[in-house]
């Protein structure tokens, strides 16, 4: 019964790559997000959904491309990999978008490029 | 812009001591603040909100006011325990207009507590 759930948990591979994280919410929430934590534990949002349309889209390299498929679907296709993309991402969820309504994560994705 | 502004850390405390986590925020209007808690090997978990000023959110032992004079959302504990150890955050979420939100994290605040 899990809530939001990322998959892969883990995911190392070289630069150069391609690779997508999926992310699917069963809380029936209109509004989905995209986090990015290094390793200082900095969190920064990179993308939102809301019912699958693209509400915040932060300064991200276009490598980054969000999908949501319908809404309790957004997934995270990152081209060409750097190293620098090593990080924990998060999605999260939430009722909708509006400054009242917190947000529910999920167990994170550890990526790592080599 | 908005930003969020959060105690250095780690913080380190014996068990029963106080806790104090200070945020200060800047914001053009009038966000709702959140404090979230991330134990170590999760995602984050809402722990406390206040949507407008002078509410004062509570949960766990944990509390924090909404204070827009001195634009701050200060995390308080009684008596922490060894289970409290994880890097707590600051948040807000603020309307930018156009149907466009703004959310702001703090930069985290690691907690550890020993007994």
């Known amino acids: 019964d899990t809530a939001v759930s990322q998959t892969p948990k883990y995911l190392v591979t070289q630069m150069g790559n391609d690779k997508s994280i999926k992310c699917e919410q069963n809380l029936g929430h209109d509004t989905m997000y995209w986090y990015k934590q290094d390793s200082k534990k900095f969190l920064k949002i990179m993308f939102s959904y809301n019912n699958k349309e693209l509400i915040i889209n932060e300064t991200v390299p276009n490598r980054f491309s969000p999908k949501s498929p319908d809404k309790a679907h957004l997934n995270l296709h990152i081209n060409s990999l750097e190293l620098g993309d090593s990080a924990v991402y998060f999605c999260?969820?939430?009722?909708?978008?509006?400054?009242?309504?917190?947000?529910?994560f999920g167990p994170g994705t550890r990526l790592t490029v080599t | 812009g908005n930003s969020v502004t959060q105690m250095e850390g780690p913080v380190t405390l014996s068990e029963e001591a106080f806790l104090t986590i200070n945020c200060t925020y800047t914001?053009?209007?009038?966000?709702?603040l959140f404090w979230y808690v991330q134990y170590p090997g999760e995602g984050l978990q809402l722990l406390l909100k206040?949507?407008?000023?002078?509410d004062k959110g509570s949960n766990k032992g944990f509390e924090a006011t909404y204070r827009k004079e001195t634009t701050s959302f200060h995390l308080e504990k009684g008596s922490v325990q060894v289970s409290d150890s994880a890097v707590y955050f600051c948040a807000l979420i603020i309307y930018s207009g156009a149907g466009s939100y703004q959310l702001t994290f703090g930069k985290g605040t690691k907690l550890s507590v020993i007994p």
């Open positions: 914001a053009t209007g009038y966000p709702s």
């Open positions: 206040a949507t407008k000023a002078d």
């Open positions: 999260a969820s939430s009722p909708r978008i509006a400054a009242s309504y917190e947000q529910y």
